[in-house]
Structure formats: C-alpha cells, structure tokens
C-alpha cells in the first residue's frame, strides 16, 4: 500500500447480524485470501486505527559517547 493512500471507508454500509452468523462468514473470507493479503489488510488497520506519519517510521537512532583512555 502506498503512502497515505488508506481507503475510503463507506459510511453509509451498516449491517446487523448475530455473531455467530459473522464468525463464521469473517473465518471463511479470511481463509479465502492470501497470506500477503492478509498481512496487508492488518497493516491497513494498524495505520488507520495508530494513525500514519512518515516521519517516525523510521528507526530511531541511539548515539553512545564514550571517552578512550
């Protein structure tokens, strides 16, 4: 997925059903991707539930100062 480009989300889609009926619908789609889907679809979730911001993707850097005998 590319840089700040999360999907729309449709807010007007809205559905009640039990959660026994959901679980079993939800484990069989998901069973019915791949892994790098599924792996995508968590990251998409993580950046729209966390949020998204370039500049701290990165891997912070630990600088140690030491004085040489």
Sequence with gaps: MAVNS?????????????????EEDE????????????????????QIIYGYDPTTTRLQRVLEITQRT
Excluded: G
């Design 27 to 46: 484990k069989v789609y998901w069973l019915s991707k791949t892994p790098y889907e599924r792996l995508d679809a968590v990251e998409t979730m993580r």
């Design 6 to 22: 999360l999907p729309k989300l449709d807010k007007s889609a809205f559905s009640v059903i039990s959660l026994e009926q959901n």
